[in-house]
């Protein structure tokens, strides 16, 4: 679902191109000439920083302005500024969030700051251009074992309507806190300050969806309780319900036809219904190779009559499948009941590489067929917006 922003922003907000290379605070400074003249020529971007030293860079962001299309890009309260670059059209910033690195570039154009969206008198940061532009790339899961939440949340972002409801869904308080009202749950308002989305080490590249995750934990401070029968057990139905407002529908794919599973899944796509699957656990699987990870959610993206197989979407990006593939990843088999078990190790499909119908497409995203998913699905939950 990508789209193009008001100014021709095609590009993705942050480049995730090296996440994984860790920051050095000896790299790139610029010259304090450059970068006092560029900030200080009307183009402000939006950014208060705090120098660290002497020399401009490194700096700590203290506060990015509302509306900047340094907000826009994805920069955040408390980054730091490890290197600037300019060209004639941008202001490229290499930027130090939780020990990943990442690249900002904002358009050197005057003046920097797009009108936000406003709603009975309450501010919405993020318009559902803004959703758009990301869609589920945005989405990123970190250590919270939350993959039943950041899946539901890729599903949403992938639709025009859920832009818009995400967009909705977000305020921006007058203490400059953000204030996040969940259709699920629409009696409060959950406070998100910028001391939060800097404390909780968040990996997401799109900061509407680092906000929403963090109201995400004080809605289930206790990740398990999203598994209660009072919330809806199971944990993707849950997602998706508090995300949309209305009781999502769930079954285990092996109960009905490879036809009748099909007529599910292209009707929630082509109705722009978000859909989501959970993974079976190896002990669930039995004797088959492991060729998908186990006991975690996925966003179905897309359905494909022709060969008879759906796109998924891995909120953890494709780091794990690179790993698995590698046969570096270690995975441990603990479950409900059971004794804490061995490592495993499994080895999934490469980039470009298919078993048991599952192609590894890169990018997070993963090609199954709807066989393959009988196989070695749990659970498949949709919900109405």
Excluded at 350 to 367: A, K, Y
Aim: proline share 8%; hydrophobic share 35%; net charge neutral.
């Amino acid at each position: 679902m990508a789209g193009a922003l008001p100014g021709g922003l095609e590009k993705p907000q942050l480049d995730m191109s090296a996440p994984d290379r860790k920051a050095s605070p000896l790299e790139g400074h610029l010259r304090a000439d450059s970068l006092d003249s560029e900030l200080s020529s009307g183009r402000s971007y939006g950014l208060v920083l705090r120098r660290e030293g002497k020399t401009d860079l490194p700096a700590r962001v203290v506060k990015v302005e509302l509306g900047s299309l340094a907000a826009q890009r994805g920069v955040l309260d408390g980054d730091r500024i490890l290197k600037a670059t300019l060209t004639d059209t941008e202001l490229v910033l290499t930027v130090e969030r939780a020990g990943r690195v990442y690249q900002a570039k904002i358009e050197r154009e005057t003046p920097q700051f797009r009108p936000m969206v406003v709603q009975s008198g309450l501010i919405h940061p993020f318009p559902a251009s803004v959703i758009e532009h990301w869609g589920p790339k945005g989405v990123l899961q970190g250590k919270t074992p939350n993959c039943w939440f950041q899946a539901a949340l890729m599903a949403v972002a992938a639709i025009p309507q859920g832009q818009s409801m995400i967009s909705d869904m977000i305020v921006r308080n007058p203490d400059t806190t953000y204030g996040v009202t969940f259709r699920g749950d629409s009696s409060k308002r959950i406070s998100v300050s910028s001391s939060e989305l800097m404390g909780r080490r968040l990996l997401n590249p799109a900061p509407w969806a680092n906000v929403i995750e963090v109201a995400e934990h004080q809605e289930f401070p206790d990740n398990d309780e999203a598994d209660s029968p009072a919330r809806g057990s199971p944990k993707i139905k849950t997602g998706l319900s508090i995300l949309t407002g209305h009781q999502s529908q769930f079954l285990r794919p092996e109960s009905i036809s490879t036809g009748e599973l099909e007529k599910i899944i292209s009707g929630c796509v082509e109705r722009h219904v978000p859909i989501i699957i959970a993974t079976k656990s190896p002990q669930e699987t039995g004797g088959l190779p492991q060729v998908i990870v186990p006991n975690h959610a996925y966003a179905i993206l897309s359905f494909d009559p022709g060969s008879q197989s759906v796109t998924l979407r891995n909120p953890l990006g494709d780091k794990v499948e690179k790993n698995m593939a590698r046969r570096k990843a270690r995975y441990l088999a603990q479950y409900p009941g059971s004794q804490p078990g061995p490592f495993m190790f499994f080895s999934l499909p490469d980039v470009g590489e298919e078993r048991e119908g599952v192609r590894n497409l890169g990018d997070g995203l993963v090609r199954i067929t709807v066989p393959a998913l009988q196989r070695y699905a749990r659970y498949i939950a949709w919900s109405s917006l």
